[in-house]
């Protein structure tokens, strides 16, 4: 039986998974501002232009945001707008947060998993490239979407489980640190 406080392995793994993911993503957007100015530095100074850089910065973006999106749900990173919530019991969030979390967020993240199927799956049957000449992997692309919704439901998992033992006072649920309390 697990100790108060401590986190059962599962919960452990699955926000592992997440912060590695996160943390590595991240660097992405270093990588992303390097390819900007080199794009910026080719077009105004040497006069040359490039698509397929163009459409990289596009990917990247679009990779940051979209893979990154479970880490920043799991460092509670996303606005919240209750001025009630930040005033409740540890055990009073924990209950709001997991209804949100079985009522609003994993509905909402299989709705556009299902719904997206068809979308990625005919862009992987003609292997759909890019229209202008740039990156030949719209599909690829496209397929973010699926993967997105993947790393939600898995840090919408772990969330359930940390809420539950938060509301079974397992594990204690600070405010955090980034929120300024009235």
């Given at each position: 039986?697990?100790?108060?406080?401590?986190?059962?392995?599962?919960?452990?793994?699955?926000?592992?998974?997440?912060?590695?993911?996160?943390?590595?993503?991240?660097?992405?957007?270093?990588?992303?501002?390097?390819?900007?100015?080199?794009?910026?530095?080719?077009?105004?100074?040497?006069?040359?232009?490039?698509?397929?850089?163009?459409?990289?910065?596009?990917?990247?973006?679009?990779?940051?945001?979209?893979l990154g999106a479970a880490?920043?749900?799991?460092?509670?990173?996303?606005?919240?707008?209750?001025?009630?919530?930040?005033?409740?019991?540890?055990?009073?969030?924990?209950?709001?947060?997991?209804?949100?979390?079985?009522?609003?967020?994993?509905?909402?993240?299989?709705?556009?998993?299902?719904?997206?199927?068809?979308?990625?799956?005919?862009?992987?049957?003609?292997?759909?490239?890019?229209?202008?000449?740039?990156?030949?992997?719209v599909f690829l692309l496209?397929?973010?979407?699926?993967?997105?919704?993947?790393?939600?439901?898995?840090?919408?998992?772990?969330?359930?489980?940390?809420?539950?033992?938060?509301?079974?006072?397992?594990?204690?649920?600070?405010?955090?640190?980034?929120?300024?309390?009235l």
């Amino acid at each position: 039986m697990n100790s108060p406080n401590r986190e059962p392995a599962l919960l452990a793994g699955l926000d592992a998974f997440t912060d590695l993911v996160g943390r590595s993503i991240a660097w992405l957007v270093v990588v992303m501002m390097l390819v900007q100015f080199i794009i910026v530095v080719m077009r105004y100074v040497i006069g040359i232009h490039s698509i397929v850089l163009q459409e990289s910065v596009m990917y990247m973006h679009a990779m940051v945001f979209m893979l990154g999106a479970a880490w920043t749900l799991r460092e509670e990173g996303h606005v919240r707008v209750d001025i009630f919530y930040r005033r409740l019991s540890a055990r009073g969030r924990a209950w709001i947060d997991l209804a949100g979390t079985l009522f609003l967020l994993i509905p909402v993240v299989l709705f556009i998993a299902i719904s997206s199927l068809g979308y990625v799956s005919s862009s992987w049957s003609i292997l759909e490239r890019s229209p202008d000449g740039g990156i030949p992997g719209v599909f690829l692309l496209k397929s973010l979407i699926l993967v997105m919704m993947a790393l939600m439901l898995i840090q919408g998992v772990a969330q359930v489980m940390r809420q539950v033992m938060i509301i079974r006072h397992r594990m204690p649920n600070q405010t955090p640190d980034h929120e300024e309390l009235l």
